[in-house]
């Protein structure tokens, strides 16, 4: 039976419905598995993952799934340190307000596909997924090298080993954690995992090989407009991180859509 209001994306007929809303449960389970997510978390990733699945298809599941494991792995790693700073995820996993404020605008992107046919909001959402991946992996690789340069720092006597992370507004030195902090390392390791992102949804066709560019270009802008957001109205107190990455991912979706409809 055919499904009329998806009738451009991968879900287009009950049947289809049906393996992603399986696939989907199956992925939700093994995320609160491994605690990446807490219980409603799971429940806010599941809605988002069904979403991404039912529009785009399988390979924006892949893509959705290796920024699952980039982030849990980047999450983890250094764990202790974060955590006796306090600044480390819950053992629990990511809230769904976290998981909402993520992956909200790829999976608008992905049902805006499957109603209209229109290719530049698969472009959209792959360039959510990516910003998603840039900023949250160069956050927690950012956290484990300012934590290493400020015991080094310590132990060479409070010589500052030009680790640390700098504000971006002002490009001063601050404690690793600092919203609106980015250190170099963490710049790179996010942009890469941005790439990654990028090159699973090109490879899988889910966007052109000419366009794969723009997820990474994008992505990263995002990550530069998140921290810009952490040291300006974050600090504030005028809104929390889980909006300043809703607006950022949404900011990389508008940014994709238009510049592969400007290629187009």
Known sequence: MANPFLFH???????????????????????????????????????????????????AFAALGTLFLMTWMSTRLGYRRKAALGLAERREGRSAWQVLANLSAAALGSIAFGITGNRGWLVAAVAALSEAATDTVASEIGQVVGQKSDENSGENGGQDTGSLPRMITTWERVPPGTDGGVTLLGSATGLAAGAVIAAVASAGGMIEWRQVWIPVVVGFVGMLIDSVLGATVQRRGWISNQGVNLLSTLVAAVMGYAMAMNLS
Do not use: H, I, K
Request: glycine share 14%; aromatic share 8%; charged share 10%.
């Open 9 to 59: 994306g991968w879900a287009s007929s009950t049947e289809r419905l049906a393996v992603a809303a399986g696939v989907t449960l199956a992925f939700a389970v093994l995320a609160r598995a491994v605690r990446g997510v807490n219980p409603l978390g799971a429940v806010a990733g599941a809605l988002a993952c069904f979403l991404l699945f039912a529009g785009a298809g399988p390979v």
